[in-house]
């Protein structure tokens, strides 16, 4: 079964938003039960037959607010920092709610903040720094990697594979991203970032999703870089990141990798029964 929803209603509701042209389809599932498998989400990842996103987030029910990711493949993700930011900040507005509490599942409970501008924040969580947990195919040095270019791997929930450049702009992300994407030493595939450091609290970064492919922005990924570049000491724990899409701003704290950046509610539209039923 693809999708369940009120017999008495020819149409299917979800929510467009993005964070720096990272872009998702929001389903909100506490207000009519909805069910995804992989065919539909591809379906609806499709940018000229469908609605067209870089991610699916599926609201639930939980404690507070829960959240499930989809890739555009159709495979789950364990992490998505701009879809979480956008979620949240449409969440507290709601509620006049300055704090919230997200769980994500396979990550766990997360907390969002929006200061005096409306800015929203969300700690992403520790990042993950053991090979087993990231998780790597073997017992190697995570900082750097026996892939060319001594790559740095981190978990931010789900798995990224850093590598710091002279120029991001000469790297040929299309050809390097799915080789690294599927590289035997992830199991699990990778997400993978090229870096350019601007300055001791600057890094210019395009990225790879995997599931996805070239994305303008990653939230996740950028929390990995920061986390990669101060472990490193090319930076220190607080850094702006110029992405393709704009910027973000990572701050690597005792309690978490904290993200903020600008978010986007684009528009609500419906999905229509033919739609579904052409599935």
């Given at each position: 079964?693809?999708?369940?929803?009120?017999?008495?209603?020819?149409?299917?509701?979800?929510?467009?938003?993005?964070?720096?042209?990272?872009?998702?389809?929001?389903?909100?599932?506490?207000?009519?039960?909805?069910?995804?498998?992989?065919?539909?989400?591809?379906?609806?990842?499709?940018?000229?037959?469908?609605?067209?996103?870089?991610?699916?987030?599926?609201?639930?029910?939980?404690?507070?607010?829960?959240?499930?990711?989809?890739?555009?493949?159709?495979?789950?993700?364990?992490?998505?920092?701009?879809?979480?930011?956008?979620?949240?900040?449409?969440?507290?507005?709601q509620r006049d709610a300055d704090r919230l509490n997200i769980t994500i599942t396979g990550r766990g409970s997360l907390q969002a903040v929006r200061d005096a501008d409306k800015v929203t924040a969300v700690n992403m969580g520790a990042p993950i720094l053991n090979w087993q947990d990231i998780p790597l195919a073997s017992d190697v040095d995570t900082l750097a990697l026996p892939i060319d270019g001594a790559p740095v791997a981190t978990g931010m929930g789900n798995p990224h594979c850093t590598f710091f450049v002279e120029d991001v702009s000469a790297i040929d992300l299309a050809t390097r991203g799915p080789q690294i994407e599927h590289h035997p030493l992830f199991p699990e595939r990778t997400n993978v970032q090229f870096a350019q450091i601007i300055g001791p609290d600057h890094i210019r970064m395009r990225v790879w999703e995997r599931g996805t492919g070239i994305t303008?922005?990653?939230?996740?990924?950028?929390?990995?870089?920061?986390?990669?570049?101060?472990?490193?000491?090319?930076?220190?724990?607080?850094?702006?990141?110029?992405?393709?899409?704009?910027?973000?701003?990572i701050d690597w704290r005792d309690d978490g990798v904290w993200m903020s950046g600008p978010t986007a509610h684009v528009f609500d539209g419906v999905l229509t029964q033919s739609f579904l039923d052409g599935l």
């Open positions: 079964m693809r999708a369940m929803h009120d017999p008495l209603s020819s149409q299917w509701p979800f929510m467009k938003m993005h964070g720096l042209g990272n872009d998702f389809v929001v389903v909100d599932a506490r207000a009519q039960p909805v069910s995804l498998d992989a065919p539909l989400v591809r379906a609806l990842a499709d940018r000229h037959r469908g609605v067209g996103f870089d991610q699916l987030a599926l609201i639930t029910e939980g404690d507070d607010l829960t959240i499930t990711f989809y890739n555009a493949d159709g495979s789950h993700s364990a992490a998505c920092g701009n879809a979480t930011r956008c979620i949240a900040a449409r969440e507290m507005a303008l922005a990653s939230g996740s990924s950028s929390c990995a870089v920061a986390v990669a570049a101060a472990r490193k000491g090319l930076t220190g724990r607080t850094v702006r990141i110029d992405l393709d899409g704009g910027t973000l701003n």
